[in-house]
C-alpha cells in the first residue's frame, strides 16, 4: 500500500523555473524506482523522468533532456522534478508514480503506484 501526493504545480511563464514535489507514504520508499509522467492535452501521457532507488541512475525523455532534473530524498521519502526554462508545450497534468521494477527508463509505463497529478500551466 503506497501512496503518492504531487505538490508544486501552477501558473508560470515560458523560461520560469518550477519544482514539483511528491511524497510517498506505505511501503518502503528507497525500494521503488520513482517517475515523473505527463499528460498534455490531445497527447497520450508519456514518462518525462525515471530515477532508480538509491537516485544513482536517471534517465530523461528527450523533450525535456537538459530542462528538467529528477532527485530524491529517501530521508523524506519525496521524490522532486526541478522544471526549468519552462515552454508552454510543457503545459500538463504531471504525475508520479512508483515501481518494484529495477529498470530506469522513460519508455516503462507500467508502474505500480500513481499519485493523483498536480497541473502545470506555462504561459506563452
Known amino acids: 500500500q503506497v501512496q503518492l501526493v504531487e505538490s508544486g504545480g501552477g501558473l508560470v511563464q515560458a523560461g520560469d523555473s518550477l519544482r514539483l514535489s511528491c511524497a510517498s507514504s506505505?511501503?518502503?520508499?528507497?525500494?521503488?524506482?520513482m517517475g515523473w509522467f505527463r499528460k498534455a492535452p490531445g497527447k497520450e501521457r508519456e514518462c518525462i523522468a525515471a530515477?532508480?532507488?538509491?537516485?544513482?541512475?536517471?534517465d530523461y525523455a528527450d523533450s525535456v533532456t537538459g530542462r528538467f532534473t529528477i532527485s530524491r530524498d529517501n530521508a523524506k521519502n519525496t521524490v522532486y522534478l526541478q522544471m526549468r526554462s519552462l515552454k508552454p508545450e510543457d503545459t500538463a497534468v504531471y504525475y508520479c508514480?512508483?515501481?518494484?521494477?529495477?529498470?530506469?527508463?522513460?519508455?516503462?509505463?507500467?508502474?505500480?503506484?500513481w499519485g493523483q497529478g498536480t497541473q502545470v500551466t506555462v504561459s506563452s
Open positions: 508514480a512508483a515501481d518494484l521494477s529495477r529498470v530506469v527508463s522513460t519508455r516503462i509505463r507500467s508502474y505500480n503506484y
Open positions: 530515477i532508480s532507488w538509491s537516485g544513482d541512475s536517471t
Open positions: 506505505g511501503g518502503t520508499f528507497s525500494r521503488y524506482t
